[in-house]
């Protein structure tokens, strides 16, 4: 018997298990979702795609596309500071991160922790990324940048030893100056290690300068791609050459090339050679500016000589220094006539004081004691020397002198004074002794 299209009991077996199984939340759904991807899917996967619908929103919520297919991605804060350069739509880039389920909007999203620009437009983009940081920290102002010495006595070259660049920059001293030294510090210049090695060479040599009396260091390498020389593109290589502490002559690549090592430098040169030509002096050419400057001097010399020669000349015929007695005559002559207008005034000034102290003396002399006591007058002199004015002034048994024209008396007073003196006849003068009538 052919088996029937339907089977009326396989039906009803098949609708009695889907009646007896248990419904499931969302969450748990949610939950077994996320699961599957964390145990399908490895913890980190690289994507590569176009960037679309980005928006900076303090997080970078973005999609990555290509043509046939759109994921959701979502770069936090935290990794978005590390990324070098801005995020825009249309670029291409390699984003790696983890794949996860987001429940709230119930979509699969790409978790990025590390975002990078695709192909040769990539570095290009980091490039110009870290130049405008470190323009922004004032790693290429011009004020920070140090001049060369005039003539340096040890030059470090920091380069290869296998490589072109170094030949160069010996060849070239030893032709300009062979009394230059060199000290090379070996490092890669190009490769994952380069940029470090070439960073330690620089801080060693800063720490080192002044024990090795090192003038400057030429920071150098041949021509390449992008590539090979991306090591002076990296930021530890701009921190060393920024905080060196003597001037960095750097030429890296062709003359068309630019790295921010160079941008960094206190001199950027286009090629190796140019960068030995910038930092070593020619012999030759001082030598030939030494004659020169020699003979300039010499004619420097000799027209000032010429010229003091003249001057000389010219002061000897000056009335001063020929006949210099023809300048002091008439002076001569005036200081002898005030000279005896001095003296003639002074004689007559001390003859008219005298005079006028001699008619003083002759009226102090006739107005003074003595010639008043010449007169019959008299003056009475207390116990203690002092002229007695009044009699009530002494008392009985006190000792007194009379002072006459000629001579002195002395005497006893016997009784006090008990009425009023006598009237004085003429009361004394200032400054001459009392007189009793």
Same mark, same amino acid.
């Not at 145990?39 to 996967?45: D, G, N, Q, S, V």
């Given at each position: 018997?052919?088996?029937?299209? %339907?089977?009326? !009991? ?6 009695? *298990?889907?009646?007896? =199984? ?8 949610? $939950? ?17 795609? /176009? ?11 973005f999609?990555? #596309?290509? !043509? ?8 936090? $804060?935290?990794?978005a500071r590390?990324?070098?350069?801005a ?8 984003? *790696? ?5 987001? @429940? ?9 922790? #590390?975002?990078?620009?695709?192909? /040769?437009? =990539?570095?290009?983009?980091? %490039? ?16 920070? #940048? ?49 940029a &470090? /090695?070439?960073?330690?060479a620089? @801080? ?5 300068? %002044? ?21 002076f593109?990296?930021?530890? +290589?701009a ?30 040169? $286009? ?11 020619? =012999? ?45 005559? &008439? ?5 002898? *006539?005030?000279? !005896? ?14 005079? #006028? ?8 002399? $006739? ?12 003056? *009475? ?8 004015r009044?009699?009530?002034? +002494? ?17 006893? +007073? ?24």
């Amino acid at each position: 018997m052919s088996r029937l299209p %339907f089977d009326p !009991d396989r039906r009803s077996h098949k609708s009695k *298990t889907a009646a007896d =199984a248990r419904a499931l939340s969302v969450s748990e759904v949610s $939950a077994m979702v996320k699961t599957a991807l964390a145990t399908a899917l490895p913890a980190k996967i690289r994507v590569v795609g /176009e960037v679309s619908n980005f928006s900076d929103r303090t997080h970078w919520f973005f999609s990555l #596309k290509d !043509d046939t297919a759109t994921l959701r991605a979502v770069c936090f $804060a935290s990794a978005a500071r590390r990324v070098g350069f801005a995020l825009k739509d249309g670029l291409q880039v390699v984003a *790696t991160g983890r794949i996860d389920y987001y @429940d709230a909007q119930g979509q699969i999203q790409l978790y990025v922790d #590390k975002i990078e620009p695709v192909g /040769e437009g =990539a570095l290009d983009l980091q %490039f110009r990324a870290l130049c405008e940081q470190l323009r922004k920290l004032g790693y290429f102002d011009p004020e920070r #940048k140090k001049g060369l010495p005039g003539v340096p006595q040890t030059v470090a070259v920091v380069t290869s030893r296998t490589g072109a660049a170094l030949q160069d920059v010996i060849n070239t001293a030893n032709q300009r100056w062979a009394g230059c030294r060199l000290l090379l510090l070996d490092v890669h210049v190009q490769g994952a290690a380069a940029a &470090p /090695e070439i960073a330690a060479a620089i @801080d060693a040599l800063s720490a080192q300068a %002044f024990r090795l009396a090192i003038d400057v260091i030429i920071l150098t390498r041949g021509g390449g791609s992008i590539e090979d020389l991306w090591a002076f593109n990296e930021r530890i +290589v701009a921190d060393a050459v920024y905080r060196c502490a003597i001037p960095i002559v750097a030429a890296i690549g062709h003359e068309t090339d630019t790295t921010i090592a160079e941008l960094v430098a206190d001199v950027r040169c $286009a090629t190796p050679t140019q960068a030995a030509v910038t930092v070593v002096p020619d =012999a030759a050419a001082l030598a030939h500016q030494l004659d020169q400057l020699h003979r300039r001097l010499g004619l420097v010399v000799r027209r000032s000589a010429e010229h003091a020669r003249h001057t000389l000349a010219g002061w000897r015929r000056h009335p001063v220094f020929a006949r210099p007695d023809r300048l002091a005559a &008439p002076v001569r002559e005036r200081l002898t *006539t005030v000279a !005896d207008r001095l003296v003639a005034t002074s004689l007559r000034r001390a003859t008219s004081a005298r005079d #006028k102290l001699d008619a003083l003396g002759r009226q102090l002399a $006739a107005i003074g004691p003595s010639n008043v006591l010449h007169r019959g007058y008299s003056y *009475t002199l207390d116990p203690a020397g002092r002229v007695l004015r009044r009699a009530l002034d +002494v008392a009985a048994g006190d000792r007194i002198t009379t002072v006459l024209s000629e001579g002195q008396l002395a005497s006893r +007073v016997e009784n006090g004074a008990t009425s009023t003196p006598r009237r004085r006849t003429r009361g004394p003068r200032n400054g001459e002794p009392g007189l009793f009538a």
